[in-house]
């Protein structure tokens, strides 16, 4: 059957942020004098929520370190707001699946503060049917995220289509027992991606677009 509803990920999906992410965190660590993750390990945490990824990342962060850390990530990350925006296409990709009648969705490890302001920032606030961020519901790659969109809007697993550049995010779709497709530009690598056995693996937004608009009702 057809996909009616297709949920991207954010963060190195839709919008370029990858690298901008990884150097907040490079930077909030030197700040706090902590080891310094390489990049390979601070991009690897990208789509957890924000406290989850910075366990991950940085081991040596204290329950007591913690606010700080936060306050100074939210700085480095603001001061290259600026420099953040949609992977080119990604426009014209969601407009042409809503002229399909098909349903869009966010799931991300963003909080819904960061997310409301990239989706006013890049002019998509009502591009999407409903939205899920990792401060609102459970972290990837617990389910949750897509229980309650697919709850929300009335969709069946079978219709709906996960879309994302980690493996947090194919593993929440195959959690949920929906499809998951991976891009291979943003945060993982293909070996990493493919390691979760998503139904495809494609390299642009085009090529996501092309993929998409063959399998939409």
């Not at 503060?113 to 591009?127: I, M, P, T």
Request: charged share 20%; net charge negative.
């Amino acid at each position: 059957m057809p996909y009616s509803l297709v949920v991207f990920d954010w963060d190195g999906t839709l919008m370029d942020s990858t690298h901008s992410i990884v150097a907040a965190i490079q930077a909030a660590c030197r700040d706090l004098e902590l080891p310094v993750p390489s990049a390979s390990q601070a991009s690897w945490v990208i789509g957890l929520s924000l406290e989850s990824a910075l366990r991950r990342a940085v081991p040596d962060l204290t329950n007591a370190m913690l606010p700080r850390f936060l306050e100074r990530y939210r700085v480095h990350y603001l001061l290259r707001d600026p420099e953040l925006k949609l992977f080119d296409g990604v426009r014209e990709m969601l407009a042409a699946l809503a002229a399909r009648d098909v349903r869009l969705a966010v799931a991300t490890g963003k909080s819904r503060v960061g997310l409301n302001r990239a989706l006013a920032a890049s002019g998509l606030v009502d591009a999407f049917a409903a939205t899920r961020c990792a401060d609102e519901t459970f972290s990837k790659p617990n389910p949750t995220m897509l229980y309650e969109l697919m709850d929300e809007l009335q969709v069946a697993p079978d219709r709906v289509v996960m879309i994302g550049d980690t493996s947090h995010d194919l593993q929440m779709a195959a959690n949920a027992g929906v499809h998951g497709v991976a891009v291979t530009y943003g945060a993982h690598t293909r070996q990493e991606l493919e390691a979760v056995g998503p139904q495809a693996v494609v390299e642009s937004v085009p090529g996501l677009h092309e993929w998409l608009m063959e399998r939409v009702g």
